[in-house]
């Protein structure tokens, strides 16, 4: 069920919200300042927002503002709920960009049937439907807000290995369960050692980004493969499990083992490399995440320049124009084809291959 955010500063009508929320079965939390709404909102991303416009410190126009400008809750819905019932509150409060507005006193009928106008919108329109994050057009914005930075970043490519293989031995549905159970484990761990505005959006099918800074890319590395490794085990059966592979089928009714699915992450950073374009950015993942597919932990950082270009200077560049990457990748790597267009298609006829 949904997370709503409650942000009011009279207590008695902030309980009675809550109230409401719980019996209809959303989950509810209540802030009674707008610095507190905004850094709540940026760490937990709840699903809607209820806001008072006059709230101690900023009030509710400079909490919209805040988080319209960052990508990790430009997406989330803000219901307004005030007092001013003038035209021109309202005209400004659509300005910086709540979605709806009821003024106090409400009914409470009208203020619940708006709440799930909101949050099926929102469903529809800029989540991934299969989990409920941020998909590819916030995280073209997410990638975006941090070349417009000099703040030092890091992007984590997430990808499954074998998970074609997987799909067609045990059906598309545990592949479904497979993909949530990655995105539920990089939110656990965002939430337990990132930053309030550390970002996590599903580009789509098995592939995820996280976007945060260099500091917590270890941490994040090391948990997110230890909670994948154990707490994928349960949804496979207890022959390939105890085997270590999945018994499955080429193309020409064959059989032979497949190995168990991983997951790779590909670490890219602005620290090594210092791109000018989310198309740079994009192009540097998936050679990360390549190298991660060949490594034995499944995960690669992304070295300095100079150790890719041979270059001689012990300082990195401060950009990387799309010319050099590719004179990069052609001197690097003979088949760069293969790196941006591997696919599990590609995987499953390497060891159809390997077998015959």
């Known amino acids: 069920m949904a997370n709503i955010l409650v942000v009011e500063d009279e207590q008695i009508i902030a309980r009675l919200l809550k109230e409401m929320l719980l019996v209809e079965g959303y989950q509810a939390v209540t802030v009674l300042n707008g610095e507190d709404a905004v850094q709540f909102a940026l760490k937990e991303t709840p699903h809607l927002i209820i806001l008072d416009l006059m709230l101690p410190g900023i009030d509710g126009y400079e909490v919209v503002q805040c988080l319209r400008t960052h990508p990790k809750s430009m997406h989330i819905p803000i219901i307004v709920l005030s007092s001013l019932g003038e035209t021109k509150d309202k005209v400004q409060a659509f300005e910086v960009g709540v979605d709806d507005y009821i003024t106090k006193p409400f009914h409470t009928d009208e203020l619940l049937a708006r709440i799930r106008t909101q949050l099926r919108r929102v469903q529809q329109n800029f989540l991934s439907p299969l989990i409920g994050l941020p998909g590819g057009f916030q995280v073209e914005l997410a990638i975006q807000y941090k070349l417009n930075s000099m703040e030092p970043w890091s992007m984590l490519y997430l990808d499954l290995d074998n998970f074609k293989a997987f799909n067609d031995a045990y059906g598309f549905l545990r592949g479904n369960d497979m993909i949530r159970l990655v995105g539920q484990i990089c ?6 050692y990132g930053n309030p505005d550390d970002f996590l959006g599903h580009i789509g099918g098995d592939d995820f980004v ?49 190995p168990l699915v991983s997951l790779s992450i590909g670490v890219v950073n602005n620290q090594m490399w210092r791109p000018h374009s989310i198309e740079e950015v ?22 300095p320049f100079r150790e890719i270009a041979g270059h001689e200077t012990s300082h990195p560049p401060r950009y990387v124009s799309s010319s050099t990457l590719a004179h990069v990748s052609t001197a690097y790597m003979h088949n760069r084809h293969q790196l941006l267009h591997t696919t599990e298609e590609n995987i499953l006829e390497e060891y159809e291959q390997q077998v015959l």
């Open 282 to 303: 994009s192009y540097l993942a998936a050679e990360a995440k390549y190298h991660a597919k060949q490594s034995t932990d499944n995960v690669y950082h992304l070295p």
């Open 187 to 192: 939110q656990r761990a965002v939430r337990q």
């Open 210 to 258: 996280v976007v945060t800074v260099p500091e917590r890319v270890n941490i994040f590395c090391k948990y997110i493969s230890a909670r994948f490794k154990e707490e994928s085990t349960i949804f496979y059966c207890p022959d390939d499990l105890r085997r270590g592979s999945i018994s499955g089928v080429d193309r020409k009714g064959r059989s032979y083992l497949f």
